[in-house]
T-cell receptor, first 112, second 116 residues
């Protein structure tokens, strides 16, 4: 079975550009999570969805960040405009109910 | 608010020696507890989880963890480490507030170094 699929794996962009990260959860999973991972702050929960509905976006750092889940098989995390401090690994995870949270391999973002 | 503390940023263990990684949590209700491992450039892989029942849980790769409610701890153990166990280990806590599965709160991680 395919796991959580994230794209792109690596993204290098310049400050001010728009960045879109994509996530395909595991089929049948009804919850999706976006995390940001940095050395300084560790793993931070940005937002999560249950049944495609955003439940808690209190971790989204600023209005420059937005996330959508238009259907059960796709989610995006958008940063506009991007800044160097947004450089991080962005991890997407999915789960069914309170079961195991499976993670993708992450998208490493570098903003110059 | 929920939180997880992993007091050891780095731990160095000789191959074949035993291992214990510490985790303390704060959670307002009955917690669900997890240990994940992350190898460089990879995502997170679940080692084990505790939801209820037996407080000693077995996981993959020979790991186990013990839930101690009185100490708010969920320490990870392995009787004999292998060089391939070198990685970053994360403890996490979560629950279900009734609106569906909540997000997990992670500790800052413990970097495990294995000496030959």
């Amino acid at each position: 079975d395919a796991g959580v699929i994230q794209s792109p794996r690596h993204e290098v962009t310049e400050m001010g550009q728009e960045v879109t990260l994509r996530c395909k959860p595991i089929s049948g999973h009804n919850s999706l999570f976006w995390y940001r991972q940095t050395m300084m702050r560790g793993l931070e929960l940005l937002i999560y969805f249950n049944n495609n509905v955003p439940i808690d976006d209190s971790g989204m750092p600023e209005d420059r960040f937005s996330a959508k889940m238009p259907n059960a098989s796709f989610s995006t995390l958008k940063i506009q405009p991007s800044e160097p401090r947004d450089s991080a690994v962005y991890l997407c995870g999915s789960r069914r109910g309170t079961g195991e949270l499976f993670f993708g391999e992450g998208s490493r973002l570098t903003v110059l | 608010a929920q939180s997880v503390t992993q007091p050891d940023i780095h731990i160095t263990v000789s191959e074949g020696a035993s291992l214990e990684l510490r985790c303390n949590y704060s959670y307002g209700a009955t917690p669900y507890l997890f240990w994940y491992v992350q190898s460089p450039g990879q995502g997170l892989q679940l080692l084990l989880k505790y939801f209820s029942g037996d407080t000693l849980v077995q996981g993959i790769k020979g790991f186990e963890a013990e839930f101690k409610r009185s100490q708010s701890s969920f320490n990870l153990r392995k009787p004999s480490v292998h060089w391939s166990d070198a990685a970053e280990y994360f403890c996490a806590v979560g629950g279900d507030s009734g609106g569906g599965a909540d997000g997990l709160t992670f500790g800052k991680g413990t970097h495990l170094i294995i000496q030959p």
